[in-house]
């Protein structure tokens, strides 16, 4: 790519332990192997103000970030929730998405707008145009060029429910069971269905990483082709 060319931006989205985190690395890994500048990243977090944010969301806060009282009253309502992942999504797109596709660079993103309209607009039940426009407003109207939809399936996280009691404690939003989880990947089913165009499903149960991965990479490589086609 030619270093007067916009990047491109793709995002992976699923509900919790769909495997986005993975075939992130993966997508990114395969790009720069093809000598294609990637910038590889992730939201809430990836800013000196987001890890902050990130405290908070994903909470409880920890030790050195902002003291949480003895009582629940810290936590988010859904409504501040979203705007502190508005707020982080601003800054994210501010310091980094934006410079790095100016200059040409590929945006590999786990996470992105579709993850706000499913967790706080259909998963916590507020209003899905007001959660579109908050967010569009604050990314300056930045949407992706592709997205992934990760979905594996109705029989729960790849990884298996987590455990409060495991080595891998839930976050915040994990911790908020099955019936939630369930609600976001319908959420998900839904914003697929609404954009078939930018939206890729992609089912992840019972097939190990790297095939989904080369499912991911086969997808790109057409929708380069019919962008390079013109169609």
């Given at each position: 790519?030619?270093?007067?060319?916009?990047?491109?931006?793709?995002?992976?989205?699923g509900p919790?332990?769909?495997?986005?985190?993975?075939?992130?690395?993966?997508?990114?890994?395969?790009?720069?192997?093809?000598?294609?500048?990637?910038?590889?990243?992730?939201?809430?977090?990836?800013t000196?103000?987001?890890?902050?944010?990130?405290?908070?969301?994903?909470?409880?806060?920890?030790?050195?970030?902002?003291?949480a009282?003895?009582?629940?009253?810290?936590?988010?309502?859904?409504?501040?929730?979203?705007?502190?992942?508005?707020?982080?999504?601003?800054?994210?797109?501010?310091?980094?998405?934006r410079?790095?596709?100016?200059?040409?660079?590929?945006?590999?993103?786990?996470?992105?707008?579709?993850?706000?309209l499913?967790?706080?607009?259909?998963g916590?039940?507020?209003?899905?145009?007001q959660?579109?426009?908050?967010?569009l407003?604050?990314?300056?109207?930045?949407?992706?060029?592709?997205?992934?939809?990760?979905?594996?399936?109705p029989?729960?996280?790849?990884?298996?429910?987590?455990?409060?009691?495991?080595?891998?404690?839930p976050?915040?939003?994990?911790?908020?069971g099955?019936?939630?989880?369930?609600?976001?990947?319908?959420?998900?089913?839904?914003?697929?269905?609404?954009?078939?165009?930018?939206?890729?499903?992609?089912?992840?149960?019972?097939?190990?990483?790297?095939?989904?991965a080369?499912?991911?990479?086969?997808?790109?490589?057409?929708?380069?082709?019919?962008?390079?086609?013109?169609?």
């Amino acid at each position: 790519m030619g270093r007067g060319q916009r990047g491109r931006f793709i995002t992976f989205e699923g509900p919790d332990g769909s495997g986005k985190t993975t075939q992130t690395r993966y997508l990114a890994q395969a790009l720069r192997q093809r000598g294609i500048r990637v910038l590889e990243t992730f939201e809430p977090g990836d800013t000196p103000l987001g890890r902050y944010l990130r405290q908070i969301l994903l909470g409880p806060p920890a030790a050195g970030g902002p003291e949480a009282p003895e009582s629940a009253s810290w936590e988010p309502v859904p409504m501040a929730e979203m705007l502190l992942m508005a707020a982080d999504r601003a800054q994210h797109v501010e310091q980094r998405i934006r410079p790095a596709l100016d200059g040409g660079i590929w945006v590999i993103c786990d996470r992105y707008i579709d993850s706000s309209l499913a967790y706080q607009g259909y998963g916590a039940g507020l209003a899905l145009e007001q959660v579109r426009q908050v967010n569009l407003w604050a990314t300056g109207n930045l949407w992706p060029d592709l997205t992934f939809f990760l979905d594996p399936g109705p029989g729960g996280p790849l990884t298996g429910w987590p455990s409060p009691d495991g080595p891998n404690r839930p976050d915040r939003i994990e911790d908020r069971g099955r019936e939630h989880w369930l609600r976001v990947r319908e959420a998900y089913l839904d914003l697929w269905r609404q954009s078939p165009g930018r939206i890729c499903r992609i089912e992840t149960a019972g097939k190990p990483p790297e095939a989904v991965a080369q499912e991911v990479l086969a997808h790109v490589d057409r929708w380069v082709g019919r962008e390079a086609g013109g169609s």
